[in-house]
């Protein structure tokens, strides 16, 4: 959220004083900067599997199976995509956070996710 939104947040609706206000909002950027491990939040393509943070504020990462994704499975909302498998496991990630190259390479695998794959008729 923004740092400015987050300080008139917290002066007009629960009537801290500004200077309070913006003493929080340091030490929360501060303990974000030592508790996150910013290298959790890679979202790495390796042969058939998909692995990345599984919650935009969370560097818990997660492996899925690209070829256990559903379609339907596969969203997209305000610059953050999300990828679910079958078993539950979801990587979910906001663009902002990757370099402008990268963001057009996984636009472009969010964007196949999202289309049905061919079904071979079996007999």
């Known amino acids: 959220m923004s740092i400015g939104i987050v300080i008139y947040f917290l002066t007009r609706w629960l009537q801290i004083p500004y200077g309070w206000a ?32 599984t919650l935009i504020f969370s560097s818990q990462p997660v492996t899925i199976d690209l070829g256990d994704v559903d379609p339907e499975f596969v969203s997209e909302w305000m610059g953050v995509f999300s990828v679910h498998d079958s078993t539950g496991n979801e990587v979910m990630a906001h663009y902002r956070y990757y370099l402008p190259a990268d963001r057009v390479v996984l636009r472009g695998l969010i964007e196949r996710l999202r289309q049905p794959q061919p079904t071979s008729p079996v007999g």
């Open 22 to 53: 913006v003493f929080i909002v340091v030490i929360r950027a501060a303990f974000w900067a030592f508790a996150v491990d910013i290298h959790n939040f890679d979202v790495n393509v390796d042969g058939r599997t998909l692995s990345g943070p």
